[in-house]
């Protein structure tokens, strides 16, 4: 799979399986996607990299284990989100070449309980309150 920022100074492509798809109601995603729930996989760290350019880094220095977002300096396309410790990455949905393709639909629905009224799940999608058990 492969993928790009909005305005194309960052290309990055994906070689490993996605370990899941889900869409995310979380209130850090509404800031990051303007206000819907985030379309997002996870991609296992060795199967991803970027191509070309260079990403931008956002970190919250006041929370404890603060994700780390990076996204393109020119644009402000969000592309991946890094957790610590986790061998993973986040990748957004949106910014894959062919999303229906490669995205295709989310497994799952998270953090719902911050989910707006106007956010939309497909009938019979497992949601769940925060992240599902694992």
């Not at 995205?103 to 009224?117: N, R, V």
Request: net charge negative; proline share 7%.
């Amino acid at each position: 799979m492969k993928g790009r920022c909005y305005c194309g100074a960052l290309h990055y492509e994906v070689t490993a399986v996605p370990v899941w798809k889900l869409q995310c109601h979380c209130r850090e995603c509404q800031y990051i996607s303007g206000g819907g729930p985030n379309f997002a996989m996870a991609v296992p760290l060795e199967g991803f990299a970027f191509t070309s350019g260079t990403p931008a880094e956002f970190t919250r220095d006041d929370l404890e284990g603060a994700r780390t977002r990076q996204f393109c300096g020119t644009c402000g396309t969000h592309v991946v989100t890094r957790i610590p410790g986790r061998d993973y990455l986040v990748l957004k949905a949106g910014t894959l070449d062919n999303p229906a393709a490669d995205f295709g639909d989310a497994e799952f629905a998270i953090f719902m309980k911050d989910a707006q009224p106007f956010h939309v799940v497909a009938e019979g999608k497992p949601c769940f309150d925060d992240l599902p058990p694992r």
